[in-house]
């Protein structure tokens, strides 16, 4: 069973940075994308940014240009620098690993990390 562990959310003032970490431990497939999702009450959950095995990431328009996504393959770790953070940042954020089996994506997921992001 795929293990996903997350570290680094927490409280920051409006323009302040964290930085998510998630590690994936009992991975035995190959990874296609690891990513971060965040979700607020009451609303979908949606992508953050995600990075494929070969390094293209993907962000979310409202994060461009202040958040970016790296991974370290060799350790099956995805990480988050968010900087410029803004009170619209506050959420739970999750970690995604993804992969393909049998022609369909299968999503594993962390168990969440809550950023707060104070004006």
């Known amino acids: 069973q795929v293990q996903l562990v997350e570290s680094g959310g927490g409280l920051v003032q409006a323009g302040g940075s964290l930085r998510l970490s998630c590690a994936a431990s009992r991975v035995d497939f190959n990874i296609h994308t690891m990513g971060w999702y965040r979700q607020t009450p009451g609303k979908q959950r949606e992508l953050v940014a995600a990075?494929?095995?070969?390094?293209?990431?993907n962000y979310a328009d409202s994060v461009k240009g202040r958040f970016t996504i790296s991974r370290d393959n060799a350790k099956n770790t995805v990480y988050l620098q968010m900087n410029s953070l803004k009170p619209e940042d506050t959420a739970v954020y999750y970690c995604?690993?993804?992969?393909?089996?049998?022609?369909?994506?299968?999503?594993?997921w962390g168990q969440g990390t809550q950023v707060t992001v104070s004006s």
């Open positions: 990075i494929t095995t070969g390094g293209s990431p």
């Open positions: 995604n690993v993804r992969r393909s089996r049998d022609y369909l994506w299968v999503d594993y």
